[in-house]
């Protein structure tokens, strides 16, 4: 089983993927966290190639797209290899935040033709501008009027392609809460 996390920056995904894992090992599965952009050196670009101010603009998301992509590409016999394992893998991240963040359905949607399809995204929603004051000082998409428009994208998406969604901004415990509820019934659990 492949369960991403998605959601604006801010919204609490790598916290709350650790207390989902922590959990499900807790309950006797065998868990793998993935993140992306990855460690590989297409992750490593990324990262750099995130930290310039002009990463927003159209032609600069453009390349970024096909380095996700790329990079996403990698991880395809990884995340087969783990589920082959018997491991639940859960990945803060997948296809679907290029959906979110890059402009382009169509053409994003060519350039991640093997990525795997998650079998359970959920969507942590919240308002932009508290999402923007959990990231202070960081310094990457953070200006407000591109994330509001990610943040729509995504709820778009969610009711496109059945994404569960949670509302991020309950408390980390409710929200940890929430998502186990979706997650107990899919790997047969009692929550
Ligand atoms: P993020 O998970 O926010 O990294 P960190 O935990 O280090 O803050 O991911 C880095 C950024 O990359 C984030 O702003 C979202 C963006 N991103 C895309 O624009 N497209 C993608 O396909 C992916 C995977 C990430």
């Known amino acids: ?17 650790q207390m989902l894992a922590e959990w499900l090992r807790t309950n006797g599965f065998s868990v793998k966290v993935l993140k992306e952009p990855t460690d590989s050196l297409v992750g ?13 603009q159209v032609n600069f998301q453009k390349s970024l797209a096909l380095l996700f992509a790329a990079d996403r590409t990698l991880l395809i016999e990884k995340i087969m290899e783990e589920e082959e ?10 296809f679907y ?3 979110a963040y ?12 093997y990525a795997r399809e998650p079998d359970l995204v959920i ?3 919240l308002e932009t501008e508290t999402a923007l004051k959990r990231c202070e000082g960081k310094d990457r998409f953070e200006k407000k009027d591109f994330l509001n428009k ?3 994208k995504y709820l778009a998406l969610a009711d496109k392609h059945g994404f569960m969604v949670v509302n991020a ?15 107990a019934p899919k790997i047969g659990i009692c929550f």
Request: charged share 30%.
């Open 169 to 183: 901004n309950s408390g980390i415990n409710k929200v940890h809460a929430d998502i186990k509820k979706i997650v």
């Open 123 to 125: 969507l942590l929603d």
């Open 97 to 99: 935040s290029s959906l």
């Open 102 to 113: 890059q402009e382009g359905e169509e053409w994003i949607t060519q350039v991640n033709k």
């Open 44 to 56: 490593d670009l990324i990262r750099k190639m995130l930290r310039n101010p002009s990463a927003i």
């Open 85 to 94: 394992s018997d491991r639940i893998v859960l990945s803060d991240r997948s």
């Open 150 to 152: 990610i943040r729509n």
């Open 1 to 17: 089983m492949y369960i991403t996390l998605e959601g604006i920056d801010g919204s609490g995904k790598s916290t709350q993927i």
